[in-house]
T-cell receptor, first 111, second 116 residues
Framework: GEDVEQSLFLSVREGDSSVINCTYT??????LYWYKQEPGAGLQLLTY?????DMKQDQRLTVLLNKKDKHLSLRIADTQTGDSAIYFC???????????FGTGTKLQVIP | DVKVTQSSRYLVKRTGEKVFLECVQD?????MFWYRQDPGLGLRLIYF???????EKGDIPEGYSVSREKKERFSLILESASTNQTSMYLC???????????????FGSGTRLTVV
């Protein structure tokens, strides 16, 4: 089946940029998503990118998609302590409206 | 904003008990999903539903069943709870026609279930 992989942990200093990476296997993906999960909460949709796009920018967030290598990244500029959370990459695949999630990357922001 | 409400934030049940987890949405979204979240494993799909009385197995349906008698409510049932079902359970919804989110999900806050 489809697979979405992420590294489990990332630590950055406040004010630096964070880059969270994700790889996926499904070549028929239409949309790819980034979700944020704060402690004790559900997931919140941060942003998405259509598979025919290379880049999408939304304020401090930049999403880069390399469809050839099946690689997705999320860059957070000027990382703040409030950005500390688990970030999930997700791939719209496997049938209508079904989404496959990665294992999540825990971002720790050091003041 | 769309709201997805899960009936309990924390639940403790005994092994062998029948457990009901409820999820209610306040929008007319067709698709509803149940996931469990475990450290290092991410989110795994248990069951989903595209419409009332319709259900489809996800990746890990064993030991679970679901019910969708009304469009707004999707229930997850643990027929006989076991300790390996201790987990965080997340309900999510999406809509075919949601152009704002392009098929992205809206999640509930989760239910942390402990089976002792």
């Amino acid at each position: 089946g489809e697979d979405v992989e992420q590294s489990l942990f990332l630590s950055v200093r406040e004010g630096d940029s964070s880059v969270i990476n994700c790889t996926y296997t499904d070549s028929s993906s239409t949309y790819l998503y980034w979700y944020k999960q704060e402690p004790g909460a559900g997931l919140q949709l941060l942003t998405y990118i259509f598979s025919n796009m290379d880049m999408k920018q939304d304020q401090r967030l930049t999403v880069l998609l390399n469809k050839k290598d099946k690689h997705l990244s999320l860059r957070i500029a000027d990382t703040q302590t409030g950005d500390s959370a688990i970030y999930f990459c997700a791939d719209h695949s496997g049938g209508y409206q079904k989404v496959t999630f990665g294992t999540g990357t825990k971002l720790q922001v050091i003041p | 904003d769309v709201k997805v409400t899960q009936s309990s934030r924390y639940l403790v049940k005994r092994t062998g008990e029948k457990v009901f987890l409820e999820c209610v949405q306040d929008m007319d979204h067709e698709n509803m999903f149940w996931y469990r979240q475990d450290p290092g494993l991410g989110l795994r799909l248990i069951y989903f539903s595209y419409d009332v009385k319709m259900k489809e197995k996800g990746d890990i349906p064993e030991g679970y069943s679901v019910s969708r008698e009304k469009k707004e409510r999707f229930s997850l049932i643990l027929e006989s709870a076991s300790t390996n079902q201790t987990s965080m359970y997340l309900c999510a919804i999406s809509s075919h026609g949601d152009s704002r989110n392009q098929g992205g999900y809206t999640f509930g806050s989760g239910t942390r279930l402990t089976v002792v």
